[in-house]
């Protein structure tokens, strides 16, 4: 019998994203190596250098990244769509793996993303390759949309967070997905003012969980939080409802789910503490992970 086709889906993080290295490293060191790659966002950032065949190269990039280098990362340009125009995510790509089409890729790649115009999933698994991972990161607000064959594309973030579809679309028979929205929760509660005592520790469990303590002042009513700390509260909250969503009626054969919920979205000089965190999720599950590769 023919063996089944393993497929790895890296879910969308901004800075968080580092950690799939961990995770990609670990899974080879046990021998675990995709057929095809799936990624959102971060995730797709890091897919295409999974399914290139040159994580070398992009651990060399991750740990080289200081905060000063993550600053210049940013080409200012308010308007168009965005306050950076996310040039310098593709000129990576390109100095890395070269002006190259997705079909070049070593192995079968797709990413996710979210049509403007209309809010629709698009799935990009052919075309240029800079253009289609630049499109799965363009955060609303901060980076201008991606044209990409006539339409609009931004994050794919906003509809499928870890592109486990993606994957099975590529021919996956099982997915090994990355969430990194922080600790996922199933308590989807809303934290009311009258609940009970008990109700109230389930909730802030959740807020920890998310990976929201440290970015909102929540008990100080009369400290204004930044800009930042708003919009980076508010796409944790987004993409991890949007994730439960998904994976309840798309699950993954296996989650892994690194704790990297203190590393903020915009830290990408963090790329070693959430390399790290990667390979501690993988290690974590290793016990499921052999039952799934048996």
Do not use: Y
């Amino acid at each position: 019998m023919a063996r089944a086709k393993l497929g790895l889906a890296l879910g969308a993080g901004a800075a968080r994203g580092w950690a799939h290295i961990g995770v990609v490293e670990r899974l080879a060191e046990l021998g675990v190596a995709p057929d095809v790659v799936a990624g959102c966002s971060s995730g797709a950032f890091v897919g295409a250098f999974v399914a290139a065949g040159e994580m070398a190269r992009l651990r060399d990039i991750a740990l080289e990244m200081s905060w000063l280098k993550s600053l210049r990362m940013l080409d200012w340009h308010p308007g168009h769509g965005g306050l950076i125009q996310g040039q310098q995510v593709g000129d990576v790509l390109h100095r890395a793996l070269g002006d190259i089409a997705i079909a070049d890729l070593a192995e079968p790649f797709g990413v996710s993303t979210t049509e403007l115009a209309t809010g629709r999933e698009r799935w990009l698994m052919v075309g240029r390759l800079a253009p289609a991972v630049r499109a799965s990161m363009a955060v609303p607000g901060f980076m201008a949309p991606q044209l990409v064959d006539g339409r609009r594309l931004m994050d794919g973030a906003l509809t499928n967070p870890v592109p486990v579809s993606v994957a099975k679309a590529l021919g996956a028979d099982v997915v090994i997905a990355v969430a990194l929205g922080g600790e996922l929760s199933l308590n989807l509660a809303p934290d009311r003012d009258d609940e009970p005592a008990a109700g109230k520790v389930a909730a802030d469990h959740l807020v920890q969980a998310m990976g929201l303590h440290g970015t909102f002042p929540e008990d100080a009513e009369d400290a204004d939080p930044n800009v930042l700390a708003v919009v980076s509260r508010a796409m944790i909250i987004m993409q991890n409802f949007v994730t439960r969503i998904r994976l309840a009626s798309e699950p993954a054969d296996l989650l892994l789910i690194p704790h990297v919920s203190g590393v903020g979205l915009h830290e990408f000089h963090r790329a070693e503490e959430a390399i790290a965190a990667g390979r501690d999720a993988v290690d974590n599950a290793v016990d499921e992970l052999a039952r799934l590769m048996g």
